[in-house]
């Protein structure tokens, strides 16, 4: 698997030029058996983010809600029910690194859910310990700036209190009286250095300890995908979905998710780890 993984990676850093057209299905409304699309005269699944090719037709049926579909210079193109067929115009094939990266995530988080299992916590008054998801270990890498964290649990007994507290013991956001998960916390800056993530429900408590970094330490790969030329919301929902296969960057795979509306990776974060 690691060397089959190291494989991938060089044939996506190999052939990522650096501007090309192309479409992406970067949101739709309700599930995807409300859209077709037609691809070569066949019908094939649609799913968020997919690479879209020339000739493509995708239809909104009278149950859809209404598909984004953007371009590579970030035109929004929108489908309603009802609206004729849009037809994806000529276009050039998008990177290895792009065009690959959205199947291959997807086997590796199938192969992980086979592998994977979680040991919950003991019992505390009669529920479960709260236990802070979305992460394999009790540490994970975080990038650094100003960011509105978001939290989830399993676990635990209403009302529940959120801390994060620097390595020099300063109390940098506190919430009480927290109903149930998730909750984005108050906007705060972080500066590279360690950082504690706190969850009680008054009996027991969760602890996740952040690692907070510049860019630079980001894995290669990730470091790629940033410098491609597509809009920001489809490069950072790849890097998302990259860095979900990352055990030390989960917790930044589930921040960006939130933030990039990538809801089936964040239902898979939250309830697989």
């Given amino acids: 698997m690691f060397l089959f ?39 094939i699944p649609l799913e968020k983010l997919m690479v879209l090719h020339s000739g493509d037709v995708l239809i909104a049926s009278g149950e859809a809600g209404t598909i984004t579909i953007v371009d590579q210079a970030n035109k929004r193109h929108i489908l309603t029910a009802g609206d004729p067929p849009f037809v994806v115009p000529d276009s050039e094939p998008v990177p290895s690194l792009l065009s690959n990266i959205h199947a291959w995530v997807r086997s590796w988080w199938d192969t992980r859910g086979d592998q994977t299992t979680r040991t919950t916590a003991a019992v505390s008054k009669g529920d479960l310990d709260p236990v802070i998801t979305g992460v394999v270990n009790r540490e ?61 429900d008054g009996g027991a408590t969760d602890e996740l300890t952040l690692s907070v970094v510049p860019e630079e330490h980001l894995p290669d790969t990730a470091r790629e995908i940033l410098a491609v030329d597509i809009p920001d919301d489809v490069r950072l929902s790849y890097l998302a979905l990259f860095l979900s296969t990352e055990d030390a ?3 930044e795979a589930l921040q960006l998710a939130y933030e990039y509306d990538v809801w089936q990776l964040v239902d898979r974060l939250e309830n697989e780890r």
């Avoid at 529940?160 to 940098?172: D, Q």
């Fill in 249 to 251: 960057w989960s917790f």
């Fill in 140 to 200: 994970s890498m975080l990038l650094a700036g100003t960011r509105r964290l978001c939290v989830a649990w399993r676990g635990g007994i209403a009302p529940f209190e959120l801390r994060l507290v620097s390595a020099s013991g300063k109390v940098l956001v506190e919430l009480s009286d927290v109903e149930r998960p998730p909750i984005r916390m108050p906007e705060v800056s972080l500066q590279p250095g360690v950082y504690s993530l706190q969850l009680s």
């Fill in 5 to 43: 993984r190291i494989g991938i990676v060089c044939i996506f850093l190999a052939f990522a030029p650096a501007t090309f057209a192309a479409y992406w299905v970067i949101d739709f409304e309700g599930t995807a058996s409300g859209y077709v699309l037609q691809r070569g005269g066949a019908e």
